[in-house]
């Protein structure tokens, strides 16, 4: 889930409400700033990329 809004308007909190929640039912959650998010993403897309290069 992501969440997007303005600063101030209570996205942290219902972001670590429902986590809390979903920890409760025995779900598996993780908690990421959308900088650390699109680093993940850039850094394995680009690894995918070296390896698929290499085999052509």
Same mark, same amino acid.
């Given at each position: 889930? @992501?969440?997007l809004g303005l $600063? +101030?308007?209570g996205k942290t909190h219902l972001a670590?409400?429902? +986590? @809390?929640e979903a920890i409760k039912q025995g779900? $598996?959650?993780l908690f990421m700033s959308?900088?650390?998010l699109l680093y993940i993403f850039f850094?394995?897309? #680009?690894s995918l990329s070296h390896r698929v290069? #290499?085999?052509l």
């Open positions: 889930m @992501i969440l $600063p +101030g308007v670590v409400a429902l +986590g @809390i779900y $598996p959650t959308t900088q650390d850094y394995l897309y #680009s290069d #290499s085999y």
